[in-house]
T-cell receptor, first 114, second 116 residues
Framework: KAGVTQTPRYLIKTRGQQVTLSCSPI?????VSWYQQTPGQGLQFLFE???????NKGNFPGRFSGRQFSNSRSEMNVSTLELGDSALYLC?????????????FGQGTRLTVV | AQTVTQSQPEMSVQEAETVTLSCTYD???????LFWYKQPPSRQMILVIR??????QNATENRFSVNFQKAAKSFSLKISDSQLGDTAMYFC?????????????FGKGTKLSVIP
């Protein structure tokens, strides 16, 4: 089956602009989580959506927001971009199966803010 | 809150040899999952192996195995017969169960280089 798909793969934005990233989870997975990866801070949890509801949020400013649609696809939005928002944004989709919990990642979106 | 510590920022191993990556974690939870992910230069995060805390038997996946010591809160990854394609960043990750969330907490990673 298809994996987690993130679009676009690369983005270059200017400070002050806003950006929207998209994530399509594995078919049947209802949970989508977002992570920010930077060389200095490593992998940090942004938020998680399950059945169109945000059920967990990391320690990020309100400029970072997200949503999930009825088909489980998720988007995250960053408004008023800052240079420090430059990062790899990873999306993970998860599902509990008989053998345990699966958590699979997309290839990420590389955001550069100039 | 959970924390995950990977004390080896970088490691190297000769091709065909065995290497062990260390991971310790801190939690007050009794039920959780532990994962090792591999991130090659392509930046794709790939699940290597998973361990359920309630299982005493260590997980294995082909050349990859773990040494899970629940009391010591230790979760090391052993890679046998190392191959050039194993060169990557390796992240140890923790996930609570029964918390209504699939949030992962990651360590800082270990950069593994396999030398021909």
């Amino acid at each position: 089956k298809a994996g987690v798909t993130q679009t676009p793969r690369y983005l270059i934005k200017t400070r002050g602009q806003q950006v929207t990233l998209s994530c399509s989870p594995i078919s049947g997975h209802r949970s989508v989580s977002w992570y920010q990866q930077t060389p200095g801070q490593g992998l940090q949890f942004l938020f998680e959506y399950f059945s169109e509801t945000q059920r967990n949020k990391g320690n990020f400013p309100g400029r970072f927001s997200g949503r999930q649609f009825s088909n489980s696809r998720s988007e995250m939005n960053v408004s008023t971009l800052e240079l420090g928002d430059s990062a790899l944004y990873l999306c993970a989709s998860s599902l509990v199966v008989a053998s345990g919990t699966e958590a699979f990642f997309g290839q990420g979106t590389r955001l550069t803010v100039v | 809150a959970q924390t995950v510590t990977q004390s080896q920022p970088e490691m190297s191993v000769q091709e065909a040899e065995t290497v062990t990556l260390s991971c310790t974690y801190d939690t007050s939870e009794n039920n959780y999952y532990l994962f090792w992910y591999k991130q090659p230069p392509s930046r794709q995060m790939i699940l290597v192996i998973r361990q359920e805390a309630y299982k005493q038997q260590n997980a294995t996946e082909n050349r990859f195995s773990v040494n899970f010591q629940k009391a010591a809160k230790s979760f090391s990854l052993k890679i046998s017969d190392s191959q050039l394609g194993d060169t990557a960043m390796y992240f140890c990750a923790f996930m609570r169960t029964g918390a209504g969330s699939y949030q992962l907490t990651f360590g800082k990673g270990t950069k593994l280089s396999v030398i021909p």
